[in-house]
């Protein structure tokens, strides 16, 4: 963590975020709410301070509890040496809801589609919001945590759960019991 | 006695010819750009450049707007190559979990692996020995070369020459077997460890990269005197497809792609990680952006990583290739993003632990997904012809875009 | 024919070619035979020679284009195994090398490979234009076999427009590409199909106007007069005389044949395979082959416009003359040998092998004499097969014409694959603007250069 930067920050955005400035080794991270995501984001973007003008990577986190999307920024080395991370928390699980950063970086079009395919996620001023590697008809969200794939073994309306680590019998694989629960936050 | 087709015949899949020609999209327009580019106007054509075809690299599938030969607009439409890369790794433990990443670019699969593996090592806090270290540095400027090497023998054969391709293969066949010597395998290698790499150089491998060393130089300027000063190959990728500067930082493309247009961002200057702080070279920067300057970018590129084996071979000091790791990884609760420069761009993994044996979650960034972005901006007002050589020259690996 | 049913379903399909065939020709002999005995065959055979004998003209036409079909063929595998081996190792690779001696048969295994596949009409496709595309392509090329000169009278047909007939029968080609493309009812194929008549109708002109300049200084488009007024010495031939139109007739003539750089019409890394992309078979076949022969026709026309045709590039009684010697003829007459023709006949080929048996057996010492004995043998058949081909070179000259007329053919064969190997595709807009910008006035400029040297120096 560059305290440096996190001493920035938070003299920049103390309201906005929702727990202090943290990091490990070389990234720096921030918490802020869906509703705060273009004025942050603008700000980090555009202001000489700052400058993250690269968005190395864009991904949604399914927490079990609640849903997370999760920016990486990277700025010139005079400004900071470390990647910027900025968790997007609080998204509901059922309705998750973020607003689009293709308003500053267009090459973020197809990875809010990845992220909006895997997750669901639905990123607001998206032009293009589609699946992008499931095929069109698809149904569920691949990469949230209580997605589940019909078994062919099953017996009755209620399929199983399959884990690398597999029940005793399918049968005893329910919803309930497999269903990972997230000890991070 | 002439067959007759009923339109009630279950076995018949379409009742008339007329029916084949009806739209390419048969599902309802999720987005308002899907809508407006599939309203097709009088004289426009929707062609696909189907997901087989000899060009694309890999399974792409890209649905142009044609007008006679000129593109208008086009739309690609990837997962064909879609594995669930993520998904698997999240229900394996952190060892599996890194041979699910190799096949992801296997043109470069050491890259690959060498984020992930560099990920983990973060959530355990966990440095590898200095002599892991340079080994891994080596054999990926060796897995560059053969990757740029073969992105070369490509764009040649995108564009109809047919010999550049298999001069690039003798290159890359020699490269190859010498990691096949050290690590079992031709392609799809799983070398890296959490902690180090399986195992220290071995004869094999060191006398094969000497005999290769002495003649490497001069049998890559070779291979690009075959195309360099060719003018049917200058006229075909002179001054197409140009992506200035702001639109490539706008985009999110990194890489070689990137530094044609300018902008001097590469991963291991601007973010170092393993020994590259240790190791003199140069980053290839050129001002124009079109199809040849990406093309002389790699051709540069693969004589900074001569130079750099070249120094690691020099540098490399002696001592265990493999730290001190527990039988069972559990790292502690936390998050850890790690990023490399693949040949293609900025390769990064981003891997949350929860105190279990397995990863929470694992995300890929992949360079070839975020540069096939720019085929959307470049390609209309080009014809088909360059369609080829445009997205070439972007170097994309459908396996990487796909995950 | 119930009784035939159960064994005629357990043929192969090789068998069920060979077993007919196989009755034919017993029924054919008994009725030979029948024939014969009774003396109904010789006079058949009597009243078609006379028949023959009273109408030469019809009976060298129906031989020519007879032989100009089956010619075509052998060409064609012969082109495509040059493709195949010569691109191979231009490559570092090796190539066709188990098929035949050399991977030799390769190509004639692809024809037959044609033939074995199944034969399709794509669903909405044009039928009867669909399946007279191949055909109008291959005629075109077979037909422009007629006029090329392969020796002093081994020709199909003298026609005093031959050129000019060339090129209008080169020209159709376009209709049948357009068919093939239009009619496949798949949008790659038209792309191809449209590109091709774009391409071949572009590069029409530079390739007319180009040997206009050499038609001036013939005075002749019949390609026979052609060829006869660059006899002498190879500084006669027309390359050194129109070396302008000889670079730019090169280019046109790749561009009609769509070989590369100009083969966008086939271009496999962009549109598939264009305009045969439907086509499957002996269809396929038929394309294949049109393009092999029309390789072989251009480097062909090449050859006899600009190389000399079937003059030797030196003229040995000329250049002795000039120095005031003669020649020999050569006249072999083996009637005045007599009992020493029966002599060589019988003892030749007996010294003959002994004395070049020891040779062989001196430089390889470790064989066994009947080893040694053998292979001395069969260099003594290559001897008296050279012995012989000398021979006739030099008695005739039809085998000498024929011989440098194919020399030159292939080498620009040859040399139509190695541009195939080095260089890559170019654009189809790039190729119509050369052809319009810079090929149309250098053949004009050619021209006028030709036409004005002819008025000063005559």
Redesign the interface.
């Known amino acids: 963590m560059d305290a440096r930067l996190a001493r920035r920050l938070d003299a920049r955005f103390s309201d906005r975020l929702l727990r202090p400035v943290t990091g490990r080794h070389d990234e720096t991270e921030v918490r802020i709410a869906p509703s705060e995501v273009p004025e942050v984001m603008r700000t980090l973007h555009d202001d000489p301070e700052f400058g993250f003008t690269v968005l190395a990577d864009l991904c949604g986190v399914d927490t079990g509890e609640v849903m997370q999307v999760v920016y990486h920024l990277w700025t010139e080395p005079a400004v900071t040496r470390d990647w910027l991370r900025v968790i997007v928390d609080g998204l509901d699980r059922d309705d998750p809801r973020c607003p689009s950063v293709t308003f500053l970086w267009k090459g973020a079009e197809w990875q809010e589609r990845e992220t909006y395919d895997m997750f669901g996620i639905v990123f607001e001023g998206n032009r293009d919001l589609r699946r992008i590697y499931m095929p069109p008809d698809y149904t569920s969200f691949p990469l949230r945590k209580d997605f589940y794939l019909a078994d062919d073994a099953a017996r009755g309306a209620g399929e199983g759960v399959r884990h690398m680590e597999q029940m005793a019998t399918p049968a005893a694989a329910t919803r309930s019991n497999t269903v990972r629960r997230a000890k991070i936050s | 006695m002439t067959q007759t087709y009923s339109k009630d015949d279950p076995t018949l899949l379409?009742d008339s010819?007329?029916a084949?020609i009806d739209s390419i999209q048969p599902f309802p327009p999720r987005s308002e750009r899907e809508a407006e580019f599939y309203a097709v106007r009088d004289g426009e054509?929707l062609?696909n450049l189907g997901p087989q075809?000899?060009?694309t690299h890999g399974v792409l599938r890209v649905v142009l707007k044609i007008e006679g030969?000129k593109i208008i607009d086009l739309d690609p439409v990837l997962g064909y190559l879609h594995r669930g890369v993520e998904k698997l790794c999240e229900n394996a433990d952190y060892h599996q979990a890194i041979c699910y990443t190799d096949p992801l670019e296997y043109i470069s699969s050491l890259f690959m692996e060498l984020a992930p593996v560099m990920a983990f090592e973060k959530l355990l806090d966990l440095e590898a020995p200095r002599r892991a270290q340079y080994i891994r540095v080596l054999t990926c400027e060796l897995n560059r070369v053969a990757s740029h090497a073969l992105f070369m023998g490509w764009l040649?054969?995108?564009?109809?020459?047919?010999?550049p391709l298999?001069?690039a293969f003798?290159e890359r066949d020699e490269i190859v077997e010498m990691l096949a010597a050290q690590t079992g395998q031709r392609m799809l290698f799983n070398y890296f460890r959490i902690g180090g790499v399986n195992g220290d150089l071995n004869h094999d491998f060191m006398s094969r990269l000497g005999d290769w060393m002495s003649r490497a130089l001069k049998q890559v300027e070779a291979n690009q005197r075959l195309?360099n000063e060719?003018e049917?190959?200058l006229?075909?990728t002179k001054g197409l497809g140009v992506v200035d500067r702001d639109t490539a930082l706008r985009l999110g493309m990194t890489g070689p792609s990137l530094r044609a247009s300018g902008v001097p961002y590469d991963v291991r200057r601007a973010h170092p990680y393993l020994v590259y702080p240790e190791l003199a070279f140069d980053v290839p920067t050129r001002e124009e952006g079109d199809t040849y300057a990406r093309y002389l970018i790699r051709l540069d590129e693969i004589k900074q990583s001569i130079h750099m084996i070249d120094q690691c071979l020099h540098k490399m000091p002696d001592g265990p290739v493999m730290a001190k790791i527990p039988r069972l990884i559990r790292p502690r609760p936390g998050r850890a993003f790690a990023a490399i420069e693949s040949p293609r761009g900025q390769y990064a993994c981003y891997a949350i632990s929860d105190g279990t044996d397995q990863p929470f979650r694992m995300h890929l960034h992949d360079p070839s997904f975020v540069n096939l972005q720019a085929m959307g901006v470049v390609l209309p007002g080009n014809?088909?012809?360059?369609?080829?050589a445009i997205m070439a020259s972007l170097d994309p690996i459908m396996g990487g875009v796909d995950k | 024919m119930t009784v035939m049913a159960r064994p005629w379903r357990r043929l192969t399909p090789t068998g069920r070619i060979a077993v007919p065939l196989l009755v034919l020709l017993v029924l054919l002999g008994l009725l030979g035979f029948l024939g014969l005995v009774t003396g109904i065959i010789p006079g058949l055979v009597d009243f078609v020679l006379r028949l023959a004998g009273a109408n030469p003209g019809i009976v060298r036409f129906i031989v020519a284009a007879v032989a100009v079909l089956l010619l075509s063929i052998p060409i064609a595998f012969i082109n495509g195994y040059a493709e195949l081996k010569v691109?191979a190792l231009?490559?570092?690779?090796i190539g066709p090398n188990r098929v035949g001696p050399f991977g030799t048969l390769q190509a004639v295994f692809h024809g037959f490979k044609m033939l074995a596949k199944e034969d399709f009409t794509p669903?909405?496709a044009d039928r009867p234009a669909f399946t007279l595309a191949p055909v109008v392509v291959f005629l075109t090329v077979v037909l422009s076999f007629l006029v090329i000169p392969f020796a002093p009278g081994l020709y199909g047909a003298d026609l005093n427009v031959g050129l000019l007939y060339f090129f209008a029968v080169g020209g159709l080609s376009v209709v049948g590409l357009l068919m093939a493309g239009w009619s496949s009812?798949n949008?790659?194929s038209l792309?191809g199909g449209l590109?091709s008549a774009a391409q071949i109708v572009s590069y029409e002109i530079p390739l007319t106007l180009s040997v206009v300049g050499l038609v001036m200084l013939a005075g002749t488009m019949s390609l026979n007069g052609i060829v006869e007024a660059q006899g002498g010495q190879f500084w006669h031939w027309y390359v050194f005389q129109q070396p302008l139109g000889f670079a730019i007739f090169f280019i046109a003539v790749s561009a009609e044949a769509n070989r590369?750089?100009f083969?966008?019409t086939e271009?496999?890394?962009?549109?598939?395979a264009g305009y045969m992309t439907e086509y499957s078979g002996m269809r396929f076949g038929f394309f294949y082959f049109a393009e092999y022969v029309s390789l072989f026709i251009i480097s062909a026309l090449t050859a006899v416009l600009f190389l000399g045709g079937w003059h030797a590039p030196v003229d040995i009684h000329a250049l002795a003359s000039f120095f005031g010697l003669t020649v020999p003829a050569l006249s072999i007459d083996p009637g005045s040998l007599g009992v020493g023709l029966l002599l060589l006949i019988t003892l030749g080929p007996l010294i003959g092998t002994l004395l070049l048996t020891v040779p062989v057996a001196l430089w390889r010492t470790d064989w066994s004499i009947w080893r040694a004995l053998l292979v001395g043998f069969l260099l003594f058949n290559v001897a008296v097969g050279a012995l012989i081909t000398i021979y006739a070179y030099v008695a005739s000259e039809v085998v000498a014409g024929v011989f440098w007329v194919m020399a030159k053919t292939f080498t620009l064969v040859f040399v139509f694959i190695w541009i195939?190997?080095?260089?890559?595709?170019?654009?189809?807009?790039?190729l119509m603007a050369f052809a319009w910008k810079w090929l149309l006035p250098a053949a004009l400029l050619n021209i006028f250069v030709t036409a004005a040297a002819i008025v000063v120096l005559s």
């Open positions: 379409v010819p007329a084949l054509m062609i075809h000899p060009s030969e040649a054969l995108d564009l109809g020459g047919l010999t298999l001069y003798v195309l060719n049917i190959f006229k075909r014809l088909i012809a360059d369609t080829m | 691109i231009m490559q570092s690779r669903l909405g009812f949008k790659y792309l590109r590369t750089p083969d966008l271009a496999d890394s962009e549109i598939v195939r190997t080095t260089l890559p595709r170019v654009r189809v807009d790039q």
